[in-house]
């Protein structure tokens, strides 16, 4: 039987890495807050229906939070192209 112990070297992360995000990546996730949000409200929307048949108000409500995600998306992604041209 081999053990883990072995083998921890490698499957453990680098002695360098400290577990916190880099600044870039903190910039990264600020850029993308607003599709974060939009899909966590998509996500509640459909949550609230799981268990029962959503009615004419839970519909507009999911269908709401679907228009906010793919303006989200919309938003993020000209955001992208317009830094990508200038």
């Known amino acids: 039987m081999n053990t883990i112990a072995a083998l ?7 002695a ?3 577990g916190e995000p ?4 903190l ?3 600020e850029t993308e807050m ?9 996500l509640d929307a459909q949550i609230m229906t799981i268990d029962r048949t959503p009615t004419e108000l839970d519909e507009r409500r ?8 793919l303006a989200a ?4 992604a000209n ?7 200038a």
């Open 8 to 14: 921890q070297a490698a499957v453990t992360a680098a």
């Open 34 to 42: 607003p599709l974060i949000l939009a899909d966590v409200d998509l």
């Open 16 to 18: 360098l890495f400290d």
């Open 73 to 76: 998306r919309r938003d993020l």
């Open 62 to 69: 999911i269908r709401r939070a679907r228009r906010r995600v």
């Open 27 to 29: 910039d990264v996730i």
């Open 79 to 85: 955001t992208a192209t317009a830094g990508a041209v």
């Open 22 to 25: 880099s600044d870039a990546e």
